[in-house]
């Protein structure tokens, strides 16, 4: 699977998006996460911005529903993103979300937290175009990663080589130069980086590192 860095924007100055966004052209995708304040602790952005993030920028955005009830939203994000990832956790039915995110025009894809395990969403896969193992609890940025999700990313890799399934697989949380070697050869392919990109002055030669450790020959 070709390797992929998307810095997430939750990590940027949301004073000054477009020279934010400027700022990471060398990005493969850009992670936006859209929070509720009531599937998680904290509250973000949401459609009508996420809207003018997308004309301001040739990257494809990759969308992070943070949100309850994602069947009200994932269409709409899905008319204009590459990808669209809903929380397992909070959808009622995975499978319609996932034809109405197909129909919309957008990749689907689905988000498990740290406590649940990949037991539980493995029928799942040959309907998804990738799946997001968080490696922190989702709502906040800047947190250490959780070790123990990294075996869900290797279950994860095993059963799609396995069912010969082209599943891309996507980690957030915690993402750092030093450990994204590890999480590649564990079989992630998507690598979410918000603070790891934004705290460096030059994010383009940040996100070509990263790119380079996460190549496992
Ligand atoms: C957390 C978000 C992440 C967050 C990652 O709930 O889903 O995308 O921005 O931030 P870092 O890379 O700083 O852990
Ligand atoms: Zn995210």
Known sequence: MMVRIA?????????NLESELKSISSADLIHVDVMDGHFVPNLTIGLPVVRRISEVTRVPLDIHLMIDQ?????SKYGEFCE?????YEAASSPEVLITQIREAGAKPAMAIKP?????EVEDLLPLLDMLLVMTVEPGFGGQSLIESTISKVSSARAYATKNELELSIQVDGGITIENIGLLAKAGADTF??????FSETNRNSQIDLLRQRATVE
Do not use: R
Request: aromatic share 14%; glycine share 4%.
């Open 115 to 119: 406590s649940t395990s990949f037991a």
């Open 7 to 15: 810095p997430s924007i939750l990590s940027a100055d949301f004073a």
């Open 83 to 87: 990808s669209v990832t809903f929380h």
């Open 192 to 197: 979410v980086a918000g603070t790891a990109v």
């Open 70 to 74: 994602p069947e009200l939203w994932a």
